[in-house]
């Protein structure tokens, strides 16, 4: 059976800043003719537009049960951050929602781990590689491209050659530490040591330290191996 994609219509900023803001304002009906209306001058095409807002939907309002708490506690910081913060709490949130995209944007880290430059035809190689050779896959992938370039976090040439700008840096504590429980979420261990979640991946657009006394206030359960390993968990 084929694996789902989901995430196939390119996201802007502006569209998950508006459907953070407005979630715990709003029943499912009215979220859904807002974002409709809201979308319109940006999304051309009745079908288009609807996937954007299952996408959005999906990423900050249809959220599981067990996600329920890590959303609420974004929606917290929410008020207080920067505009360029708020990215942070999008990228995680639309790493629980959509695996595609987290896989995308995996492919990808581990790509600039090794080389400066990263043609679009490389990560497509690799995305089909794991979720099958389907033309809806292709246009996923694009659609998860073009989103993360819009939001400033990659740069694209001409000849669809990908590079990564300076990496943004996460000084906020409580937003590294969200942003550090949505790694070991999506990572699919039940542990992790400290040291490596900063290194994921899945966020390899952004920089960011963890120490083990910030964790001592936080939602993770602390186990230290010897002298120099501290593993965390939920």
């Avoid at 090794?114 to 979720?131: A, D, T």
């Avoid at 657009?205 to 939602?219: D, G, M």
Wanted: proline share 4%; hydrophobic share 45%.
């Amino acid at each position: 059976m084929a694996k789902p994609v989901g995430f196939d219509q390119k996201i802007m900023l502006r569209h998950l800043d508006y459907i953070a803001r407005e979630a715990s304002k709003m029943d499912r009906k009215n979220m859904y003719e807002k974002l409709d209306e809201f979308l319109n001058a940006d999304v051309h095409g009745a079908k288009s537009r609807k996937n954007a807002v299952t996408i959005l939907m999906k990423i900050w309002y249809l959220v599981p049960d067990d996600l329920n708490d890590v959303r609420q506690r974004a929606l917290e910081l929410l008020p207080s951050l920067l505009p360029r913060d708020r990215l942070v709490l999008h990228w995680g949130m639309t790493l629980l929602a959509y695996p595609f995209f987290k896989d995308v944007v995996s492919e990808m880290g581990n790509l600039f781990g090794l080389q400066n430059e990263v043609p679009s035809q490389q990560i497509g190689r690799r995305v089909k590689g794991l979720y099958g050779d389907r033309r809806r896959v292709e246009v996923a992938a694009t659609a998860v491209l073009m989103s993360i370039k819009s939001w400033g976090l990659i740069e694209r040439s001409k000849s669809n050659i990908y590079t990564l700008p300076e990496k943004y840096e996460i000084t906020n504590t409580a937003l590294k530490l969200w942003l550090a429980e949505v790694v070991l979420r999506v990572s699919g261990y039940r542990y992790m040591p400290l040291e490596m979640i900063p290194a994921a991946k899945a966020v390899f657009p952004f920089h960011f330290k963890i120490n083990i006394r910030e964790c001592e206030h936080s939602n993770f359960i602390i186990n230290r191996q010897g002298l120099d390993m501290q593993l965390v968990s939920l």
